[in-house]
């Protein structure tokens, strides 16, 4: 947003903060990589539980890494985890590309974009600021309500 405001380039906003995001999971693979398993076995995990980490990230990896950028924790993780399972560095490079690239282009593209609505929507939540707070009161009553309902039914 702060790009549209200000007359920065998007297309160089968007490169940086991609090269970052990539760079830096290649960094935390590389941490994962040369100490990541050592870290591991000095935790209490059982060396079953390690193989079984293990064999999932060898399933599902490529999709975490894929999804990881979305998700907080995983997004700080990502790299340190495939690089400590073993994921091989291509197969890695290869998701964590395009990973990225979704993750930039959809909070720095999408923001970017549709920023211009922003006022609008802001607008229209001011205006509309009592039915909303009225309309959460009764998904949280009613929410409520069924709670308290099924509680007691189940107890006969």
């Known amino acids: 947003m702060l790009a ?53 990230f060898l399933k599902y990896g490529a999709g975490i890494v894929l999804v990881a950028h979305f998700i907080s924790i995983l997004r700080l993780l990502n790299g340190v985890v495939a690089g400590s399972m073993g994921m091989p560095w291509k197969k890695f490079v290869f998701y964590n590309l395009v990973g990225a690239a979704l993750w930039v282009g959809v909070w720095g593209g999408g923001s970017y974009f549709l920023s211009d609505y922003m006022a609008q929507l802001i607008n229209w939540l001011a205006k509309n600021e009592g039915y909303l707070i009225g309309a959460v009161i009764a998904v949280v009553m009613l929410g ?6 099924r509680g007691r039914y189940k107890k006969r």
Do not use: C, H, T
């Open 144 to 149: 409520g309500g069924f709670w308290w309902w």
């Open 4 to 56: 549209k405001q200000s007359g920065m380039g998007i297309k160089w906003v968007l490169l940086l903060a991609w090269m970052a995001a990539f760079i830096g999971d290649n960094i935390g693979y590389l941490i994962g990589r040369w100490g990541g398993k050592a870290v591991l076995l000095k935790l209490p995990i059982k060396p079953v539980q390690l193989i079984r980490m293990e064999g999932f």
